[in-house]
């Protein structure tokens, strides 16, 4: 089994892991190497040479990285136009968003929990595209991956209340919520095409075999949700 969900996207490299991905990312840089050998990526190894993680405290807070960046920093939004990194984010049921912008040549990868979609973290971050990168929205291509999906996301009322503008389903008088579409709805709203929105249906709970659900199995793994643009080649050197 292919460990990883692959996207095709020109000029970057942008993948989701599933179980099969045996390899742990540690949080701030590291060398990519490993994570190349898990996703039997290995022909990339001269096109990648960091990872960065963030520390994820569920916020909406969005930095920017470069392959300098030395510390580790708490954040749930992460950018970057420096090539030769892999922007990491980590999820079990949380939604990963990844996005790229082709033109401009910048990446983003985004953990969006109910907190961060509460907290609208997918604007922030596109925002910080715009204002930072002169990113055009309609421009920018986004991808999110594998979430728990409303068949099995069962929530509390007050939560279910915070999401109030959106449909949800009831089951036995419980709400159960969909992240990945309250997402969409958001990233629409900030001006992304609805082509440009690539939507992963599976759900992780209900696919727990394949994917890390903390809902369904109480799991500690997590699956990495990675994109990266690859270090151009040296002409004249
Ligand atoms: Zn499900």
């Avoid at 708490?74 to 892999?86: P, S």
């Avoid at 996005?99 to 990868?109: L, P, W």
């Avoid at 709400?175 to 990233?187: G, T, V």
Wanted: proline fraction near 4%; charged fraction near 20%; include cysteine.
């Amino acid at each position: 089994m292919d460990p990883l969900i692959r996207q095709n996207a020109a000029g970057a490299v942008i993948f989701f892991t599933t179980k099969a991905f045996n390899c742990s990312i540690p949080v701030g840089l590291s060398d990519s190497s490993a994570v190349l050998r898990a996703s039997n990526l290995t022909s990339l190894s001269n096109k990648f040479t960091l990872c960065f993680q963030p520390k994820q405290v569920h916020s909406s807070k969005i930095i920017i990285v470069t392959k300098e960046t030395g510390q580790i920093y708490a954040a749930d939004g992460i950018i970057t136009n420096d090539t030769g990194l892999f922007l990491s984010i980590k999820t079990a049921d949380c939604v990963p968003i990844l996005m790229y912008d082709e033109k401009k040549r910048v990446i983003a990868a985004v953990h969006s929990g109910w907190r961060g979609t509460d907290k609208q973290i997918v604007r922030f971050c596109i925002e910080k595209l715009v204002s930072g990168f002169g990113v055009d929205p309609k421009e920018l291509k986004v991808y999110i991956g594998p979430s728990i999906r409303d068949c099995c996301y069962e929530v509390s009322c007050e939560i279910a209340g915070r999401f109030g503008n959106y449909p949800y389903k009831t089951k036995n008088g419980k709400p159960f919520i969909d992240l990945a579409s309250i997402n969409k709805e958001l990233l629409l709203n900030s001006g992304i095409q609805k082509d440009n929105i690539h939507l992963n249906a599976q759900c992780t709970g209900c696919e727990s075999r394949y994917f890390y659900s903390w809902r369904k199995r109480k799991e500690s793994g997590r699956m990495y949700a990675v994109i990266g643009l690859p270090l151009q080649n040296r002409i004249n050197q």
